[in-house]
């Protein structure tokens, strides 16, 4: 299905035509959003993306430029500062004439994407004098084969409810990832495994497209450890297996420096084998906010001493480090980002809430480039270094702050992201929340709609791509 087609598929399942026509759509507050936010400029495809390399792209106009096509012009604009290599000068904000002829009433474009970056199809009006008035830009990534075989996909998981200290039941907190736009999450209490494997089964009835991952937060060691994905219950299993556990432990004091205090060996140990037993379920074994701050009415404190979190993560026995965690207060992302370059450079990170209330969901989040949301391919791409850390908490006046941090090529396509893809996947994730959570308080057991709002989240991107 092409895109135009596409849009019009879903404008009929209740997403907003606000997209399909091209004009600034509302954020959550009821306010317009950006032109850079919005789909937009009534030309057909809005966005897309390609593989580097020649191309082929076909801009149909709108219909009130029907049959006036030789009024209009259309150029690039490169996003890289590269250019065609016949100016003398940088082109900074210049845009250089595109090849192209007229076809059945639209644009067929020959392209030829050098270079991994943002591109920009401006149209202008062509006026007399020579002078040109803007009409409407088209915006365009080209991507490595690699990542282009990719999908993206916004997880959390890291999430609190009533099972543990959360102040939400645990369907409140499955639910509300579907209203901030989530593609997978994982509930992860305390020492609490059956949380995420009770909403993993109670939302299996319905043919939706997020996925629900088994995960807990681990505390065996002072350092707070998620098993996310494993199998089973990382507390379970060292339970029944505390014999094989603890002579594990004993093993890995005997390989820390002498000067270590008996406190900070064990507890560095112990969080060294919570890693090993988690990657034996299977699971992910993650580093969780190493800068945590603890604020009783006695003054604030990093809940891990220094040489105990230098050791954990330069050791690195570890899956991944949670850089972003959006419950912790900023000087914690701020120690993390000192940090992680000097003592684990080159690990995978993840950003999550780390949310005891419903209000905090949203505000930090992992996009996973992988094959598919399932999550062996979640597992594999986050192990391979194709995830980022989002923190979506910070706020510029009224505008919504995205920092993304990770490998570079895949941070500066997340940006295309937020502004051509995420806001309509969001939009349309939120519809097939809303939808769930009417079939669950009315106990309806038809689905159809479900299964189409879920069927338009996953068509999306695949619309997007050239």
Not at 253 to 273: F, G, H, I, M, Q
Request: aromatic share 12%.
């Amino acid at each position: 299905m092409d895109r135009k087609t596409f849009i019009k598929s879903i404008a009929v399942i209740g997403a907003s035509p606000a997209f399909a026509a091209g004009v600034p759509s509302k954020d959550a507050n009821g306010k317009n959003k950006t032109k850079s936010e919005s789909f937009g400029g009534g030309f057909v495809p809005s966005a897309r993306i390609f593989k580097t390399g020649r191309a082929k792209l076909t801009l149909r106009p709108p219909e009130k430029y029907a049959g006036k096509l030789s009024s209009l012009s259309v150029s690039i604009l490169y996003g890289d500062a590269a250019w065609d290599g016949k100016s003398d000068s940088f082109p900074w904000a210049r845009d250089f004439p595109a090849k192209y002829r007229e076809e059945n009433g639209a644009f067929a474009i020959d392209a030829d994407f050098k270079k991994e970056c943002r591109y920009t199809f401006v149209v202008k009006d062509k006026k007399r004098g020579g002078n040109e008035s803007f009409v409407a830009s088209v915006p365009v990534y080209a991507l490595g084969e690699d990542i282009y075989a990719l999908r993206p996909f916004k997880g959390d998981s890291h999430i609190h409810s009533t099972n543990s200290d959360g102040k939400n039941s645990p369907e409140e907190v499955a639910l509300r990832c579907y209203e901030v736009g989530l593609d997978y999450q994982a509930i992860s209490d305390h020492s609490v495994y059956s949380t995420s494997e009770d909403m993993k089964r109670k939302f299996s009835r319905f043919p939706t497209s997020m996925s629900f991952f088994n995960a807990e937060e681990c505390h065996y060691s002072h350092a707070h450890i998620q098993n996310f994905g494993g199998s089973q219950s990382l507390t379970e299993y060292v339970k029944k297996n505390r014999g094989e556990f603890d002579a594990l432990v004993a093993e890995i004091e005997k390989t820390l420096p002498a000067d270590v205090s008996a406190v900070v060996r064990r507890n560095v140990a112990v969080a060294e084998a919570e890693f090993d037993f988690i990657r034996r379920l299977g699971g992910i074994a993650v580093f969780n906010h190493p800068f945590w701050e603890a604020a009783p009415k006695k003054g604030k404190y990093t809940h891990m001493e220094s040489r105990m979190l230098d050791l954990i993560a330069g050791r690195q026995k570890f899956d991944a480090y949670e850089l972003v965690n959006s419950t912790c207060a900023d000087i914690a992302l701020a120690r993390a980002l000192c940090h992680y370059p000097r003592h684990c450079a080159g690990k995978p990170v993840i950003g999550c809430t780390d949310a005891h209330s419903v209000d905090l969901q949203g505000t930090g989040y992992t996009i996973v480039f992988a094959k598919s949301c399932d999550f062996p391919d979640i597992k594999g791409a986050v192990l391979g270094g194709k995830s980022l850390a989002v923190d979506a908490y910070s706020s510029h006046g009224s505008k919504l702050q995205r920092l993304a941090f990770g490998d570079e090529r895949l941070v500066r396509f997340s940006y295309f992201l937020f502004d051509e893809y995420f806001p309509l996947h969001d939009e349309l994730v939120a519809r097939e929340g809303k939808l769930i959570k009417g079939a669950l308080e009315s106990g309806s057991k038809d689905y159809s709609e479900i299964a189409e709002a879920a069927k338009a989240v996953e068509g999306l991107y695949e619309s997007m791509l050239g």
